[in-house]
């Protein structure tokens, strides 16, 4: 079983900066495992933002060049560095993986998610 904790958020002027965390536990945690941060609005679809394998990172592209994802060494926490947040960022982000190699695009591919992170932005 993995259990997925994320948080981090705030309230945050536009141009400013947030560091979510996501904290990953259980018996199998792995740094093999793919993590995922997706974020929704109310009345849309869950989407994705940004996701880490141990091959690469992928960036939606409303968010490539100013979001940056890391984990630590033992794929513990995986962080979503956010910076020139824009009101349009407003969301509740969660992380989510499927204990698989590789990064996916589709929520319905993951098993499992954190409780979620609220990130508002004002103008």
């Known amino acids: 079983q993995v259990r997925l904790s994320d948080s981090g958020g705030g309230f945050v002027r536009a141009g400013g900066s947030l560091r979510l965390s996501c904290e990953v536990s259980?018996?199998?945690?792995?740094?093999?495992?793919?993590i995922a941060w997706f974020r929704q609005v109310p009345e849309k679809e869950r989407e994705i933002v940004s996701c880490i394998s141990m091959s690469r990172s992928t960036y939606s592209d409303s968010v490539k060049g100013r979001f940056a994802i890391s984990r630590n060494k033992d794929g513990s926490t995986v962080f979503l560095q956010m910076n020139n947040l824009k009101p349009e960022d407003t969301a509740v982000y969660y992380c989510a993986t499927d204990r698989a190699p590789a990064c996916e695009n589709d929520p319905g591919e993951f098993a499992y998610w954190g409780q979620g992170t609220q990130v508002t932005v004002a103008s």
């Open positions: 259980g018996s199998t945690v792995s740094d093999m495992y793919a």
